[in-house]
């Protein structure tokens, strides 16, 4: 089951690359999120049991994120045939300078699309540290190219930024990982293996300094991927200057895969006995970053980098959900199923508006009701249902 | 571990680009070597230091002189920080990770006493280019370096990490480096530098 899981996906990218023709290319892409997605629904009735000696399984943390995951793909994927088919046919020109500029070839957009859902698939269903660390790395890998996908100088300079970034924190929860190697090694030279359940079951005999050391690492470099303030620099260019299908993805479906490399390491560091530190630790990074978005999302004109900011501002609530402990843990969960949900569809609203009005300063956009009125509804939709959740989570 | 030490000041302050990549390709090859010095001969093991000694000393190295190449760039002229400085800056890392490392309760010995302070040396020394260096092509190496620093760090503790780990983290710098590689292309042609202080146009 877990190898259908991650072999469709990555199958389907292989041939995508190779497909020449533009229509069964779509259907393909299409027709593996449906699968994937399919599977992951008969997850839910029967649990499939682990794989590689327990290094891949799908508990109910990964039940929960693959599910969101998979939902987003395949709305994105839905989106995707459109968007591919109207990004032909329409002048390419930049939406903010008038200059001319031609996309990447489509079949290396959608190969990559496919590889992004296998690398997240990787991420969420792996419990095993080491396997963890290096699908999150190929998660940045793969996203490069399709945030570069407009090619022109401003995706470029988001994507370079993207890549130095989400590089570096990455390295630095590499550091985290041997952190987390040399804790669970003992003086005789007997030593617990990086999977989750082995840790948690041999938790106390992990040593304290080095636990809390690690966790620090794992929290400042996947957090940096997940876009906790002050590590989100990269975010609110790469979701701007991305295709809104992309930045869709990225805001519901990637950021979720780094919190569950947080929070993976969070249990770890839980079960060793030191929840109050990493509580308190999660909840500062948490507040942080709603108040650094909170102060930029003031003046922002553009409205994609609004969106991102947002981002960023509920990926705080969330940590600091995790952070508060107890009932707002069951919360975090729910506001993520339901932040994803709403903040994709928004951005890819925000595509529909992009489209049609070529530009990105939310106040040269005006009379949305009359000229696309079915995006314009969802928007607004979209909006109030954000603010709703946010109450939500308050109580 | 000497000449660790002696590739990360050279890295530091020398300005021509062709140099650093050659001095970084030098400290891939060493690293590469060190896992079959310290430790006890395993085939395995063999395999491991072959593939990352060709990667790291033969492919990155021609990889970043090819786009070197092509870009017609041979120096990294006016860095953020000066190299008088950086070279000054050095020292200062080299005393301080040893400072930290003393401090560092390790639950297993260590094969040598040189190898934690050096490793954390060279990641400071990998973020440090990140950080005060404008050329892409820099910023790469710095990278390099910093992947080396961890990779140094790694061996300390290899025996409890898969091979199988290893060699996806491998793959992951080698995919990396090459799509950074890709990327300065790019960059080279749509603003004819590589110049990162000029990428600064997404702001607020």
Redo the contacts between chains.
């Keep these: 089951m877990i190898w259908a899981l991650l072999f469709i996906p990555f199958a389907a990218a292989l041939m995508s690359l190779l497909i020449r023709i533009d229509g069964p290319r779509r259907t393909l892409l299409v027709s593996a999120a449906v699968c994937h997605t399919a599977i992951t629904a008969t997850c839910w009735i029967h649990t499939p049991s682990p794989i590689l000696g327990g290094w891949f399984a799908v508990d109910p943390l990964a039940q929960l994120f693959l599910t969101i995951t998979d939902v987003l793909f395949l709305a994105a994927s839905l989106y995707a045939t459109a968007y591919l088919g109207a990004e032909r046919h329409s002048q390419n020109d930049n939406a903010e300078e008038g200059l001319f500029f031609v996309n990447a070839p489509e079949a290396a957009f959608t190969g990559c699309l496919l590889m992004f859902l296998t690398t997240m698939t990787v991420v969420i269903t792996s419990q ?1 540290f ?2 963890l ?2 699908a999150m ?2 998660t ?2 793969v996203t ?2 399709l945030i ?1 996908f407009h ?4 995706s ?6 993207y ?2 970034i989400c ?2 924190g990455i ?1 630095v929860s ?2 985290g990982n ?1 952190f987390l ?7 005789n ?1 007997e ?1 617990i ?2 999977v989750r359940s082995d840790l948690l079951a041999g938790a106390s005999r992990l ?1 304290a ?2 636990i809390r050391a690690a966790f620090i690492f794992f929290l400042v470099g996947y957090g940096t991927k997940m876009g906790l303030a002050p590590l989100h620099t990269w975010l ?2 790469a979701h ?2 991305a295709p809104s299908l992309v930045s869709a993805l990225l805001s519901g479906a990637l950021l979720n895969c780094a919190f569950v490399g947080i929070l993976r390491a969070f249990e770890v560091t839980a079960a060793a006995g030191h929840t109050a530190f990493a509580r308190d630790l999660l909840a500062l990074f948490g507040l942080v970053s709603m108040t650094f978005a909170a102060v ?1 999302m003031i ?2 004109a553009d409205y994609k ?1 609004m969106l991102a900011y947002s981002s960023v501002e509920h990926i705080g609530i969330l940590a600091l959900g995790v952070g508060l402990g107890g009932a707002a843990v069951f919360g975090s969960m729910l506001y993520a199923v339901n932040h994803s949900l709403t903040k994709a569809a928004l951005f890819m609203v925000s595509g529909n508006i992009l489209a049609a009005y070529k530009t990105k300063t939310a106040g040269d956009v005006r009379g949305l009701f009359l000229t696309i009125p079915h995006p314009g509804c969802y928007g607004r939709q979209g909006y109030w249902l954000l603010q709703a959740f946010r109450r939500l989570e308050y109580f | 571990m000497v000449l660790l030490i002696l590739t990360n000041m050279v890295v530091l302050g020398s300005s021509r680009l062709r140099v650093c990549i050659r001095v970084v390709a030098a400290q891939g090859v060493a690293l590469g070597v060190l896992p079959l010095l310290i430790h006890s001969f395993e085939p395995q093991l063999l395999i491991f230091t072959v593939l990352s000694v060709t990667l790291k000393g033969i492919v990155f190295p021609y990889m970043l002189w090819r786009t070197l190449r092509q870009l017609n760039v041979w120096r990294e002229d006016e860095p953020y920080v000066g190299y008088g400085l950086s070279l000054l800056t050095g020292p200062v890392a080299l005393g301080f990770s040893y400072w930290i490392s003393t401090r560092l309760p390790m639950p297993f010995s260590v094969h040598s006493p040189m190898l934690i302070p050096v490793a954390l040396f060279t990641l400071i020394v990998g973020l440090y280019i990140i950080i005060s260096r404008k050329k892409a092509l820099t910023q790469v190496l710095g990278y390099l370096v910093l992947e080396n620093g961890i990779y140094a760090f790694g061996m300390a503790i290899a025996n409890q990490q898969p091979l199988l780990i290893e060699l996806g983290i491998l793959l992951d710098v080698f995919v990396g480096v090459f799509v950074m590689g890709i990327a300065i292309f790019h960059i080279s042609r749509q603003f004819d530098h590589i110049d990162t202080d000029q990428l600064s146009i997404l702001r607020n």
Excluded: C
């Design positions: 095993n080491g396997m660390w290096v790395e190929a940045t890998l490069a190219p570069y090619r022109h100088h401003r470029l300079e988001a994507t370079w930024k890549l130095l590089s570096v390295a590499l550091l041997f190697a040399i804790a669970a090694s003992a003086d030279g030593s293996p990086l040593w300094p080095w609110p260019d701007s200057e930029f003046g922002q980098r």
